[in-house]
């Protein structure tokens, strides 16, 4: 009896060996060139004798992991092609060259040579859409995700989808709580930024126009932007007015939220929740700073940026990487305020398909993108906001232009805001968006607007969640 228990504590021991020194080398631990510790070394660490460890290694030799050099060591080998695996990590195609991905991607290979990663760029409309599906396929191992589509996987009952990943101890807290279901963290923060403004400082000083502070309120913003508008050349100020992203600042900025009383009905006439959007509706009416008729894309703000058609856009730390090649002289400022000066926070994570047939190197990946190195090219090498805060903090010499206030993000975080503390749900947002760009036109009034939004979010609000094997709309894609 006792020689039985023996006997299968040594196959333990054995098997033990065996897939540790395995997956140190198939994780990148033990590097391709280099030896495997001594035989002597491994018979102490698994308290194996002299003819185990050898015959372990055989198991390594056959699997063509290792080497066996007479007289030298065990020497770990570059790995044959049917010894790869492969993971494919989807992305919004534009994020790519913001993040200098290929460079990232490209470390993660070196330091995970087992590993093969195969980039998917995922068309930009209807993102969330595509990622449910891809996801649901299992055609996708890791994604990028963020809080908006986030929440869109949280209404329609697709968190299912996420892997529950260990919280990174790296990340400010309110990076990370968007992205919790009960006791789960399910996506890692990677980049975010918060909306800002940003200007182009030639324009300023040709105007005689006092660059943007955080004392501005909107209608600084419009009165300045008259001076700064000139006429069949540039205009004063744009955004792209129909992102989630973008007019639901002005309703947020009133300080107040959406509440819906115990029958699940909204009262909107004589509520100050709406004030903002006549701000709004006042910059759309001055044509001569607000080219309202180009409001096409989300990209339309940036490219009259880069082309110097227009002085000032709302947008956020993502774009800034468009003009790292350019040669505009440019800053950037908080948003000006109505009752209180809250802007929206945009989080850009990664998260581990559930579905996906090799958890553990997917799983690697996200670790890989979150960890301090890695974090430290994007922080050095790009002008985003890691989630990485120690990365962030790191000081030395620049190898990009910084404009003199991009650490404003530091000061703003009090005023940073998730669009859910409004009060409503991505579906609602959607619903109301027709109404809202009608009274912001100044094609209904707002008594009308607020009748008519009543009774859709109301009806919203009563619309059953769809499930996993239903389909998920959504326009809302990574924002860049």
């Not at 510790?37 to 004798?49: A, G, I, N, V």
């Not at 093969?116 to 409309?125: A, D, I, M, T």
């Not at 792209?240 to 029958?263: C, H, K, M, T």
């Not at 000006?336 to 997917?362: F, M």
Request: proline share 5%.
């Amino acid at each position: 009896m006792e020689k039985r228990i023996s006997r299968k504590n040594f196959r333990v021991r054995l098997d033990e060996m065996i897939a540790t020194l395995r997956q140190e080398i198939i994780s990148g631990q033990t590097a391709i060139g280099e030896y495997l510790p001594s035989e002597s070394d491994l018979e102490k660490r698994f308290s194996l004798s002299n003819a185990s460890v050898r015959n372990g290694l055989k198991v390594l030799v056959q699997e063509g992991l290792i080497e066996k050099i007479p007289r030298v060591g065990n020497l770990v080998k570059p790995p044959s092609p049917d010894q790869t695996r492969t993971i494919k990590f989807g992305y919004v195609h534009s994020i790519a060259a913001l993040v200098e991905m290929s460079e990232l991607l490209a470390g993660f290979s070196e330091q995970y040579p087992h590993i093969r990663v195969k980039p998917v760029e995922l068309p930009s409309g209807s993102y969330a859409k595509v990622l449910k599906e891809y996801m649901e396929s299992g055609i996708l191992d890791v994604v990028l995700i963020n809080n908006n589509n986030f929440q869109d996987f949280l209404e329609n009952d697709c968190t299912d989808l996420l892997e529950p990943l260990k919280p990174a101890q790296h990340c400010y807290p309110l990076l990370l709580d968007p992205f919790r279901q009960g006791e789960h963290t399910l996506v890692q923060p990677f980049i975010y930024s918060p909306v800002v403004l940003c200007y182009n400082k030639q324009h300023f000083e040709q105007s005689q126009v006092p660059f943007p502070d955080s004392s501005w309120t909107w209608h600084d913003l419009f009165e300045y932007g008259h001076q700064l508008a000139v006429n069949e050349d540039r205009f004063g100020f744009y955004f792209y007015l129909p992102s989630l992203n973008r007019w639901p600042i002005f309703i947020l900025q009133s300080g107040r939220v959406f509440e819906a009383d115990e029958n699940g009905r909204y009262s909107l006439s004589d509520n100050k929740l709406l004030d903002g959007l006549d701000s709004c509706r006042e910059l759309l009416a001055m044509s001569d700073v607000f080219p309202r008729i180009l409001s096409e894309s989300n990209a339309d703000a940036e490219a009259l940026f880069l082309e110097g058609k227009v002085s000032v856009i709302m947008t956020t730390y993502y774009f800034l990487n468009q003009l790292r090649q350019s040669s505009i002289p440019f800053d950037i400022s908080p948003l000006p305020g109505l009752q209180d000066t809250s802007t929206l926070l945009i989080i850009n994570g990664l998260a581990v398909n559930s579905r996906s047939r090799d958890k553990e190197a997917a799983g690697l990946l996200v670790d890989y993108l979150g960890s301090y190195e890695t974090q430290l090219i994007v922080r050095r090498k790009t002008l985003n906001i890691s989630a990485h805060r120690h990365a962030m903090e790191w000081e030395g010499e620049e190898s990009v232009y910084r404009p003199s206030r991009f650490y404003m993000y530091r000061e703003i975080f009090p005023t940073l805001r998730l669009i859910t503390e409004l009060g409503l749900e991505n579906a609602q947002f959607r619903a109301i968006q027709r109404e809202v760009m009608m009274f912001l036109s100044g094609l209904q009034d707002r008594q009308t607007m607020s009748e008519r939004l009543e009774g859709i979010l109301t009806e919203a609000k009563k619309k059953p969640k769809l499930t996993a094997n239903h389909t998920l709309v959504s326009d809302e894609r990574p924002k860049v």
